[in-house]
């Protein structure tokens, strides 16, 4: 996982829980890094699975939906640092159909090494899209709030419904429907 993940997951505890508590799980996690992260870096992404696991026991708010506010966080940071991928879309559901085919294309040329999901789309109209995530890190929470994020970064509204496709949640079916 690259080091930009890292990087924006501590800024956001810092933010919501103090630095603290980014000391204490740094060091309870026990990592090879020693929890110091560049951005263009890449790391071992059981750093990750120990970091959230820790910060879900020490503030006991459980790691789905630790992951779900992540997403909304990290939305806005890869917009920051990446401003030009975004500008080029007018609608959010055009931009999240684009992930697979563009955006992380685009993301896989400035970074070889990033580990990027895939996204499926089963089914696409003016309001509603149906695509499949798979990944073999399982993070549709992280995923889900990303989708939320897009949505509110053009002013709209969206419900997202989604299936457990495989229980470790490495495959997921959503279901996006903007409101209003
Ligand atoms: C991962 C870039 C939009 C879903 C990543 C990573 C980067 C990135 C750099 C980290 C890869 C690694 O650590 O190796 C971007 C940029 C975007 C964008 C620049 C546009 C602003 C989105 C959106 C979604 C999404 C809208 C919504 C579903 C994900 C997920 C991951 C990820 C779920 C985690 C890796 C995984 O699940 O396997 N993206 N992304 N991305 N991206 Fe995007």
Do not use: C, W
Not at 36 to 46: K, L
Not at 81 to 86: A, Q, S
Request: charged share 25%; hydrophobic share 40%.
């Amino acid at each position: 996982m690259k080091g930009i993940v890292f990087d924006e997951f501590l800024q956001m505890v810092e933010a919501n829980y103090g630095l603290i508590t980014v000391d204490s799980i740094i060091t309870k996690s026990d990592l090879p890094s020693g929890g110091v992260y560049t951005t263009v870096g890449t790391y071992d992404f059981n750093e990750m699975v120990a970091l959230v696991t820790e910060l879900s026991q020490e503030i006991d708010v459980p790691v789905p939906d630790l992951l779900h506010h992540f997403g909304h966080y990290l939305f806005d940071s890869l917009v920051k640092t990446h401003p030009e991928v975004v500008s080029s879309y007018s609608s959010p559901l055009s931009l999240i159909a684009s992930i697979e085919d563009h955006i992380h294309v685009h993301v896989k040329k400035l970074y070889p090494d990033a580990e990027l999901p895939t996204f499926k789309i089963l089914e696409q109209t003016d309001t509603q899209l149906r695509l499949v995530y798979t990944s073999s890190r399982g993070l549709y929470m992280l995923a889900k709030g990303l989708m939320e994020k897009t949505f509110e970064h053009f002013g709209q509204k969206v419900n997202v419904d989604f299936k457990l496709l495989r229980e470790d949640g490495k495959e997921v079916e959503f279901t996006l429907k903007q409101v209003g």
